[in-house]
């Protein structure tokens, strides 16, 4: 019993973590379904994770520093939207006024989303690292995995061959967390994978309400490919590598500010 109470509390600070993207779904959901008066779409899913962005700040539910992580993320997700639909790996075939390129500013939240989820976590969870790499190999391991997703396209996709470095990086490090005051540990690694596949699957939810479209799904709505489960993997690692780094960068300047 206390095992699957222990499991539910997990469970439910990990729903109250992904806050921002369950308003995200929810309010594709409604809009694929309900059609929305006097603006397009796209438009309106803006207007809301703007609304959201501002109300989770404004009640606590976010600090002033994790918006400023959230909005990194959001300016690093628009950049690679950019550029993918621009090379036509995905597209936002609907209309709207705050489309850029063919890309809608909305589509920036669902990175940020993720931003978000892993500051609500960290906090909720009281997280630690354990064997964490130095700064010196975390850096540039995480700039080769947000370029490769630029030059795969001009060059060859070495996706892999980063993931095997991921795993020699951090073969030794664990992230440990609370759950009603008793601490757990969990590969770092096996962290990665799982976020990653629940990633893959908000996709398939994603893409099944019209965010956005893959080539393959124009005609009719068909499953994500199994593939894009390392894609997520790697966006993942991108995503928790600049938030732990910031949030030890934090802590050390607070410890500092102490003494």
């Known amino acids: 019993m206390r095992a699957l109470k222990q499991l539910v509390r997990f469970g439910w600070e990990q729903a109250l973590s992904c806050l921002f993207p369950v308003v995200i779904f929810a309010s594709l959901a409604i809009?694929?379904?309900i059609p929305l008066p006097f603006l397009p779409r796209y438009d309106w899913l803006l207007i809301i994770c703007i609304l959201m962005q501002v109300w989770m700040v404004r009640a606590?539910?976010?600090t002033r520093d994790e918006l400023k992580v959230i909005t990194?993320?959001?300016?690093?997700?628009?950049?690679?939207?950019?550029?993918?639909?621009?090379?036509?790996s995905w597209s936002y075939p609907d209309e709207g006024y705050s489309?850029?390129?063919?890309?809608?500013?909305?589509?920036?939240?669902?990175?940020?989303?993720?931003?978000?989820?892993?500051?609500?976590?960290w906090r909720r969870l009281h997280v630690n690292l354990v064997k964490w790499p130095q700064f010196l190999l975390v850096v540039p391991?995480?700039?080769?995995?947000?370029?490769?997703f630029f030059t795969h396209h001009y060059w060859i996709d070495v996706r892999y061959w980063l993931a095997g470095l991921v795993l020699i990086v951090f073969w030794q490090s664990w992230v440990t967390y609370e759950v009603n005051?008793?601490?757990?540990?969990?590969?770092?690694?096996?962290?990665?994978v799982l976020i990653g596949f629940f990633i893959w699957i908000a996709e398939n939810i994603a893409t099944y309400f019209g965010a956005w479209e893959y080539p393959n799904q124009t005609d009719a709505w068909s499953l994500v490919h199994l593939g894009k489960v390392s894609s997520w993997l790697l966006l993942v690692i991108v995503s928790f590598l600049i938030v732990s780094t910031l949030k030890q960068v934090k802590g050390r300047s607070s410890t500092k500010v102490e003494t």
Not at 72 to 88: P, R
Not at 99 to 121: D, E, H, N, T, W
Request: hydrophobic residues 50%; glycine residues 10%.
């Open 31 to 33: 809009t694929q379904i």
């Open 60 to 62: 606590g539910l976010e």
């Open 72 to 88: 990194l993320f959001h300016l690093i997700g628009l950049a690679l939207e950019l550029f993918k639909v621009h090379m036509g």
């Open 99 to 121: 489309k850029i390129f063919g890309v809608p500013l909305y589509s920036g939240f669902m990175y940020a989303s993720v931003a978000s989820y892993l500051c609500q976590a």
């Open 141 to 148: 391991l995480t700039t080769a995995i947000y370029l490769n």
């Open 181 to 192: 005051g008793r601490r757990y540990r969990m590969p770092l690694i096996l962290a990665f």
